[in-house]
């Protein structure tokens, strides 16, 4: 096969930060996505439904020209966060709220410290028909990074998902085997998005041979086995996953750090590289339903109008790129070579 049309992806998880990052990270994700789930982890959090429509404004503001591009907005959630906050936030077209527990990633320190009290807010949403999109890790100290994910299933995915069987739960960037299967058990009300990082790498990626920053994101890369469930579970077709790209940039100087962000910015590749995965994989014909219909599918909404296509040529991911602010930024799997490239 040498070109491959799909009907138009989205991005189900995104971050593409503020101010003077928008005009590198908009057009990046416009140039293939209609729409992106956008993460509220700025600084500060987006809690409020204002908020969230002032920095959606700010994303219109960066499109490129003529560029359709649209932004699904998410609130912050905190453990100040209020019923009228989620009443206004659905009012105001905001589609889902994150869960990051307290500390467990990157400008997390503000949201929640007591999941449990959350409940009643659960209970609002669900009844708003309002998402709830989880940042899967425990954040107790004592509990080893590599099974954060798992503990935080047991300790409390399992309850969310049991307690709440009408709130439609997103389980973000899922990194290991027991999210994939839980997640594939589970009910209706639950799905997941994964990364091109988990589905292209493993923690040898990260750690062998001298630690690789530009590999470090959270939650961490996990042993070989984990990439290959996560792999198996794509390769399957269910419709319980689906693209979440994750990207998340960090300037080079805050990546090459001697305690470096955790983040991959993969926007300017992202289509490429799930696409040499399912290549990779045997199973290019289960890309479409993985990057265009089962996320709205889940989310409730439209399927895009439209196709984009894929030609089968090789090219390299550049060394860097340039941030508006004149500071490098280090893309992820720079260097590297991808068999598929968007069609301009
Ligand atoms: N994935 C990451 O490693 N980082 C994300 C936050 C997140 O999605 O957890 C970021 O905002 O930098
Ligand atoms: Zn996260
Ligand atoms: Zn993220």
């Known amino acids: 096969m040498t070109t491959l049309t799909i009907q138009t992806p989205d991005d189900w998880h995104l971050h593409l930060r503020d101010a003077d990052m928008l005009p590198e990270t908009v057009p990046a994700t416009a140039r293939c996505f209609k729409r992106a789930i956008v993460m509220p982890n700025l600084v500060p959090p987006v809690t409020t439904a204002e908020m969230a429509m ?13 560029s359709k591009f649209e932004p699904l907005m998410t609130l912050f ?21 994150k869960l990051y527990p307290a500390g467990a990633t990157t400008n997390s320190s503000a949201a929640v410290k007591q999941l449990e009290a959350m409940y009643p807010i659960f209970d609002v949403m669900q009844q708003q028909g309002m998402l709830l999109l989880v940042h899967g890790e425990v954040t107790d100290h004592h509990i080893d990074i590599f099974d ?16 709440f069987p009408n709130l439609k739960v997103v389980f973000e960037h899922i990194t290991t085997g027991d999210a994939a299967q839980f997640v594939q058990e ?18 040898n ?21 984990h990439q290959q469930a996560l792999r198996a579970a794509v390769k399957t077709g269910s419709p319980k996953f689906f693209l979440g790209t994750d990207s998340a940039p960090h300037a080079k100087e805050a990546k090459e750090n001697a305690c470096g962000c955790a983040g991959c910015y993969s926007a300017w590749s992202a289509i490429e590289l799930y696409a040499h995965v399912f290549e990779d994989l045997g199973a290019l014909d289960k890309l479409e339903g993985f990057a265009s219909h089962h996320g709205p599918d889940f989310y409730g909404l439209p399927r895009n109008e439209g196709t984009i296509t894929l030609v089968r040529e090789d090219w390299t991911i550049p060394g860097e790129i340039e941030l508006p602010s004149g500071k490098p930024i280090v893309p992820f799997f720079a260097g590297e070579s991808v068999h598929w490239k968007l069609k301009a």
């Not at 002032?54 to 499109?63: K, N």
């Not at 990260?206 to 961490?220: I, Q, S």
């Open 186 to 203: 589970a009910g209706d009300n639950i799905a997941a998005t994964i990364t091109p990082q988990h589905l292209l790498l493993n923690r």
């Open 54 to 66: 002032a920095y959606r404004q700010r994303i219109l503001d960066a499109r490129p020209a003529g």
């Open 205 to 225: 990626d990260l750690l062998v041979g001298g630690v690789r920053p530009h590999n470090f994101c959270l939650p961490v890369l996990k042993r070989n086995t």
């Open 148 to 163: 954060r994910e798992k503990e935080f299933i047991d300790q409390k995915m399992v309850h969310i998902v049991n307690n």
């Open 77 to 97: 959630l905190t453990n100040s966060t209020s019923a009228q906050d989620i009443m206004d936030a659905k009012a105001a077209g905001i589609v889902a709220a």
